[in-house]
């Protein structure tokens, strides 16, 4: 079956510290990888899509130099948290797509993310 | 902007078949109607999707108005497990498949 992995699943870092969260796609191809932001309040955000070989779309309120991802092959996606701040928190989802395999994203556990 | 309208909270009991209703009135032609639901410390799990006849399958029956600007899903007999927040989501068949946009939900209470 289609799993989805995400690694670290918690993490703790200092306010204006960075960190790094991996996402590992297994017994599918994950063409394109969403990175999503679940607020405390359960609200989602849509960090940014992307698609290998293909440059990445950051959504509004979203930047590159803030959450660089990178996302070199069809089975892992990484995204850094550049000067982390409070509003910074919340769990962090990666959510993979196979376009030749169909319409469903699958969604690893996401990375919880606590600023100090 | 939200596409779609639920209930914030729905209740049952174990045993019995839940109705989770969705709207979604300005849906177009090229976008399916999709489920997500999702447990605390977990990230969304897909329950079902259709675009325009019901579907069925292992975990629910999803309902299709005719109109499709409503549908709802359908959980047979339900369990404690079954407790979750259940998403309703439109997706473009192309453009924005991968741009799930999720709302609140409805938080589904299942009493033992």
């Known amino acids: 079956g289609a799993l989805v992995y995400q690694y670290p699943r918690r993490t703790i870092c200092k306010s204006g510290t960075s960190m790094r969260m991996e996402c590992q796609a297994v017994?599918?191809?994950?063409?394109?990888v969403a990175w999503y932001r679940q607020s405390p309040q359960k609200t989602f955000e849509l960090i940014a899509l992307?698609?290998?070989?293909?440059?990445?779309k950051y959504e509004q309120n979203f930047t590159q130099e803030k959450f660089p991802i990178s996302h070199p092959n069809l089975s892992f996606s990484s995204m850094t948290v550049l000067n982390a701040y409070l509003e910074d928190r919340g769990l962090y989802l990666c959510?993979?797509?196979?376009w030749g395999g169909g319409y469903e994203q699958y969604f690893g556990p996401g990375t919880r993310l606590t600023v100090l | 902007d939200a596409k779609t309208t639920q209930p914030d909270s729905m209740e049952s009991t174990e045993g019995e078949t839940v109705h989770l209703p969705c709207s979604h009135a300005?849906?177009?032609?090229?976008?399916?109607i999709y489920w997500y639901r999702q447990v605390p410390l977990q990230g969304p799990e897909y329950v079902t999707h259709?675009?325009?006849q019901n579907t069925t399958n292992s975990m629910a029956f999803l309902a299709i108005a005719s109109d499709r600007k409503s549908s709802t899903l359908i959980l047979p007999h339900v369990s404690l497990r079954d407790a979750a927040v259940y998403h309703c989501?439109?997706?473009?068949?192309?453009?924005?498949?991968?741009?799930?946009?999720f709302g609140k939900g409805t938080q589904l209470i299942i009493q033992p």
């Open positions: 989501i439109l997706r473009g068949y192309t453009e924005g498949a991968d741009r799930l946009t």
């Open positions: 300005t849906i177009s032609g090229n976008e399916y």
């Open positions: 259709g675009l325009q």
């Open positions: 017994g599918f191809q994950a063409t394109s």
């Open positions: 992307s698609t290998v070989n293909s440059a990445i």
């Open positions: 959510g993979a797509r196979d």
